[in-house]
């Protein structure tokens, strides 16, 4: 996975998880006889109150694998299945779906590690605070793959043959592939200027002595 490769963002996630294991991997284990298909590991994702590093985590966690599971039987499917364009097109849209939160988390984990301003009194900490940038850059970077593998999902989805196909269960899904098709989301934007914006705190930081 596009997570799993980038190594700075690898070894944050081991260790925020390390904690999210050891409490939870009896529970875990128990899931592994019950727990299968994209859609069960997608319904163990839910949205904290308050996000804490663990939380993401945790999300992260659960979202990965419904993106490596299968599929359920279209009679389980998070929406009505009617026939085999229906089952195809929900397919296309779920995977969509899944990569926008993946890449949703991703951005709140790494701004829990980014610094907005690189104000003069933390000079005294200036290398504790790089590195903190490059753990969000990292997870940024594994957003921006997740946006990329996004969009491939909604073209599949946007394909003429489903021109006239909708979902109506699934009208959340539908409005996040009209909003990609039409460019009105645009993740890469929001990225990228996040990027931009980290680059020039780090460099602030790197410049930095320990006089203030």
């Known amino acids: 996975m596009k997570f799993a490769q980038n190594k700075s963002v690898r070894a944050v996630f ?3 998880i390390l904690c999210f294991v050891f409490v939870c991997f009896v529970s875990v284990d128990l899931l592994a006889y019950i727990v299968s298909y994209k859609e ?3 319904k163990l994702y839910h949205i904290h109150y308050s ?3 663990d939380d993401t985590v945790e999300n992260i966690y659960w979202l990965e694998r419904a993106i490596e599971a299968d599929f359920c039987n ?15 097109k929900y397919r296309y849209m779920f995977m969509m779906h899944i990569n926008l939160k993946l890449l949703e988390q991703h951005l709140r984990l790494g ?13 005294p900490w200036r ?10 850059e990292s997870c940024y970077n594994a957003a921006l793959e997740y946006w990329k593998e996004a969009k491939l999902w909604a073209e599949k989805a946007n394909q003429p ?4 196909l909708f979902l109506t269960d699934l009208q959340y899904w539908e ?3 009209e909003r990609i098709k039409t460019g009105e989301l645009n993740y890469e934007r929001i990225i990228k200027r996040e990027l931009k914006r980290l680059q020039k705190v780090r460099k602030e930081f790197m410049n930095m002595d320990d006089t203030y």
Do not use: C, M
Not at 74 to 88: N, S
Not at 127 to 136: K, W
Not at 161 to 164: K, T, V
């Open 74 to 88: 279209p009679l389980y499917a998070l929406g009505k299945i009617e026939d085999e364009k229906d089952w195809a």
């Open 111 to 123: 701004s829990k590690f980014d610094k907005q301003v690189a104000y003069f009194y933390n000079a």
């Open 40 to 42: 069960q590991f997608y």
């Open 161 to 164: 043959q489903y021109r006239f």
């Open 175 to 177: 409005d996040e592939r």
């Open 51 to 53: 996000q804490n590093p």
């Open 127 to 136: 290398e504790q605070n790089i590195e903190s940038l490059q753990h969000a």
């Open 14 to 16: 081991k260790k925020l």
